[in-house]
T-cell receptor, first 114, second 113 residues
Framework: EPEVTQTPSHQVTQMGQEVILRCVPISNHLYFYWYRQILGQKVEFLVS????????KSEIFDDQFSVERPDGSNFTLKIRSTKLEDSAMYFC????????????FGEGSRLTVL | QQQVKQSPQSLIVQKGGISIINCAYENTAFDYFPWYQQFPGKGPALLIA?????SEKKEGRFTISFNKSAKQFSLHIMDSQPGDSATYFC????????????FGKGTTLSVSS
């Protein structure tokens, strides 16, 4: 069964460092998303991406964040200068069919900022 | 207006019992209401979803009830099993690909055997 894969599964970084989280969405999907989940809290929308541009972004997705689809398979989230409060689980998701709205989530990348 | 309020925060149910989780929304532009199930260490996975043109949708032991006038919807899990123990999130969106899915805070369900 096709799945969304994310790397790394866990990354520890120092405050102020740049981090890149990588995702390989399901191959025929057209819409890509990043969500985050701070430990024990709800899943929060960060950004959606379609046709090589951002479709929608939340207030959380400020200038420190960027997304890119550098090739035909990868979808990346970059955090330019990490803060302690960026510590969270970051989930990549994708979907194809605009009618169903169903998102397929990866298993997440846990980011710990020290 | 973007919030989805979910209750209860946690729920303990005996095996075979009925689990009920409730959600409420404010934004009348929302027209797609999914429930996601999340096991520890995993990403959320779609369980069941409903659009506001129907008041109820059933898939196996899982039922969504939808009350458009009250802007509320709920998940019923019939004959709850220990394997149902997980965190459940309600969510809402405008139902178009590329738009944000707004999640509730989650309900941790424990089904005791």
């Amino acid at each position: 069964e096709p799945e969304v894969t994310q790397t790394p599964s866990h990354q520890v970084t120092q405050m102020g460092q740049e981090v890149i989280l990588r995702c390989v969405p399901i191959s025929n999907h057209l819409y890509f998303y990043w969500y985050r989940q701070i430990l024990g809290q709800k899943v929060e929308f960060l950004v959606s991406f379609y046709n090589n541009e951002i479709s929608e972004k939340s207030e959380i997705f400020d200038d420190q964040f960027s997304v890119e689809r550098p090739d035909g398979s990868n979808f990346t989230l970059k955090i330019r200068s990490t803060k302690l409060e960026d510590s969270a689980m970051y989930f990549c998701a994708s979907n194809y069919n605009p009618g169903t709205g169903e998102l397929f989530f990866g298993e997440g990348s846990r980011l710990t900022v020290l | 207006q973007q919030q989805v309020k979910q209750s209860p925060q946690s729920l303990i149910v005996q095996k075979g019992g009925i689990s009920i989780i409730n959600c409420a929304y404010e934004n009348t532009a929302f027209d797609y209401f999914p429930w996601y199930q999340q096991f520890p260490g995993k990403g959320p996975a779609l369980l069941i979803a409903i659009r506001p043109d129907v008041s109820e949708k059933k898939e196996g032991r899982f039922t969504i009830s939808f009350n458009k006038s009250a802007k509320q919807f709920s998940l019923h899990i019939m004959d709850s099993q220990p394997g149902d123990s997980a965190t459940y999130f309600c969510a809402a969106s405008r139902g178009q690909a590329g738009t944000a899915l707004i999640f509730g805070k989650g309900t941790t369900l424990s089904v005791s055997s």
